[in-house]
Structures are given as C-alpha cells and as structure tokens.
T-cell receptor, first 110, second 115 residues
Framework: AQRVTQPEKLLSVFKGAPVELKCNYS??????LFWYVQYSRQRLQLLLR??SRESIKGFTADLNKGETSFHLKKPFAQEEDSAMYYC????????????FGAGTQVVVTP | DTGVSQDPRHKITKRGQNVTFRCDPI?????LYWYRQTLGQGPEFLTY????????KSRLLSDRFSAERPKGSFSTLEIQRTEQGDSAMYLC?????????????FGPGTRLTVT
C-alpha cells in the first residue's frame, strides 16, 4: 500500500537558520512527489514537484529512491515561511490523484 | 478567472440531513478532484473526474456520498443522511492534464459541521 509519512507535526526554527522537513514514502513503482504549502488563511498551493528540479522561494527537495525520501530544505528560513507543509505522492493506476502526508507546521521565529 | 471556487464556505447541519456542495473549477481544466480533510490530517482523496466521467472513487466514499460533474464544468458533492463523522473540510481541486504530473489548484474548501 502506498503511504506518505511526515514524522514531524511541528517544526520551530529561528529566522536565518536552516530548515528541513522530512517526508518518507512507500510505493512499489516510480511515483511523482510534490510539496504543497498552506499559508495562514490561504488555500493549499503547490510549492514544488520533484520532476521540475527547481528551487521555489529558496526551497529545494531531492527525491532519494534508495531511502524513499523527499525531504524539503531551505538554508535560511524566513518569517514568511511559517505555514503548513504537506508532502504528497501520485502514481500507480491513478496518475494525478494525490496522497498526502499528515503535514508539518513550520513556525519561524525572529 | 479567480481560481477554483467552492460554495458554501461553511455549512452547519443536523445529523440525518442531506447536504450538497458545489465546486467551480478553473475554466479550461478538464480534471476535477474532491478531497476531505479532518483536523490534524492531510487531505484524503475522495473522487475525481476527467471531463464528465467519474474515473475513480475512494473506499472512503460510502454510498451516502455521490458526486457529479454533469457537463464537465462544475461539480457537486452530495452527502445523504449526514453523520457526525462527516464533519470535515471538503476540498475541491482542478487540473489540466499535461503528462503525468498535474499541478492541482485547490479551492478554499467547504467546512461541514454536523451537529
């Protein structure tokens, strides 16, 4: 069965410090992995996806198939990064359908 | 186009009543998804449409739930004989099918409270 695990419910970091959000998945094939973000009082939106290999708002994520991980990283956290972050997976017979992790709340303090 | 819209934004109903939610996707998007999100959890997939065809339904979607997208544009999600366990945020998303990785655009959600 496919599963997405985000082990941290809450991550509190100081402004300017590095931040890493962990995401592990279980899937028997080659999934597509995504990070979605939800800022306070805003709707859920795509942050980045592994196939794009891009950096968005200073965030990067590398798909590690050996460790089945897709951790999200940013070297210097900013206060505006405070939000809820969800790792999501798509694959199998239903490309496009997303399976989400439980989410990690990031709080960046000055 | 202001993005995906959902109506109503909040719904309070009594147990046993029927409720219907509406989702208007981004106009050129041919895929439409419904998710449910409970407190402390990520969104859980319920069902999705490509144009007017309902392609998949989750096992979470009991026979009290039905979704339609009659003309391949807006969609409705109906819950019959609501139960307290149906209390959740119901999210709609839409996407344009391009290859395997579809970016899904989410609506603001409809928060359902069953008393």
């Amino acid at each position: 069965a496919q599963r997405v695990t985000q082990p941290e419910k809450l991550l509190s970091v100081f402004k300017g410090a590095p931040v890493e959000l962990k995401c592990n998945y279980s899937y028997s094939g080659s999934p597509e992995l995504f990070w979605y973000v939800q800022y306070s009082r805003q709707r859920l939106q795509l942050l980045l996806r592994h196939i794009s290999r891009e950096s968005i708002k200073g965030f990067t994520a590398d798909l590690n198939k050996g460790e089945t991980s897709f951790h999200l990283k940013k070297p210097f956290a900013q206060e505006e990064d405070s939000a809820m972050y969800y790792c999501a997976l798509s694959g199998g017979n239903s490309w496009g359908k997303l399976q989400f992790g439980a989410g990690t709340q990031v709080v960046v303090t000055p | 186009d202001t993005g995906v819209s959902q109506d109503p934004r909040h719904k309070i109903t009594k147990r046993g009543q029927n409720v219907t939610f509406r989702c208007d996707p981004i106009s050129e998007h041919n895929r439409l998804y419904w998710y449910r999100q409970t407190l402390g959890q990520g969104p859980e997939f319920l069902t999705y449409f490509q144009n007017e065809a309902q392609l998949e339904k989750s096992r979470l979607l009991s026979d009290r739930f039905s979704a339609e997208r009659p003309k391949g544009s807006f969609s409705t999600l109906e819950i019959q004989r609501t139960e307290q366990g149906d209390s959740a945020m119901y999210l709609c998303a839409s996407s344009l099918r391009q290859g395997k990785a579809y970016e899904q655009y989410f609506g603001p959600g409809t928060r359902l409270t069953v008393t």
